[in-house]
């Protein structure tokens, strides 16, 4: 989900290190092995950073990392981030499709959901922003 503070956008998918660079990291990562951060007293990360830089894994990528980098990639490629849509739906390949929207809450989200037989699974997905 993101979260607006003034006129920066964070999410809560994602938090940054004290690393000079690649100090983006996934909020599964409990910390980080080149500066000692630790998640939790970390803040989260811009969402303009992480559309511009991706985003930093540590050693082999889950398929959840894989996923939220195609994504990610997606929305760097066709999405203004000042003109987030409220709804739109689209096929990323023959497995994920990739909702982004904005909830009733007024926040923005990017959502990628499984494709199982040709139809979305609406009931598994992986929040990406």
């Given at each position: 989900m993101i979260e607006k503070v003034g006129d920066i956008e964070l999410t809560n998918e994602y938090w940054?290190?004290?690393?000079?660079?690649?100090?983006?990291?996934?909020?599964?990562?409990?910390?980080c092995p080149i500066c000692k951060a630790v998640q939790e007293d970390q803040p989260g990360s811009r969402v303009s950073e992480i559309l511009k830089y991706g985003f930093v894994s540590v050693g082999q990528e889950s398929e959840s990392a894989q996923v939220k980098s195609l994504a990610l990639e997606w929305?760097?490629?066709?999405?203004?981030?000042?003109?987030?849509?409220?709804?739109?739906?689209?096929?990323?390949?023959?497995?994920?499709?990739?909702?982004?929207?904005?909830?009733?809450?007024?926040?923005?989200r990017a959502t990628v959901f499984p494709v199982i037989d040709g139809e979305t699974d609406l009931e598994n997905?992986?929040?990406v922003l």
């Open positions: 940054d290190c004290e690393c000079e660079k690649d100090y983006i990291h996934l909020r599964s990562q409990e910390f929305i760097k490629n066709n999405i203004n981030e000042n003109e987030w849509v409220e709804d739109e739906w689209t096929s990323l390949n023959d497995e994920f499709d990739l909702n982004i929207y904005i909830d009733d809450d007024g926040n923005k997905y992986i929040e």
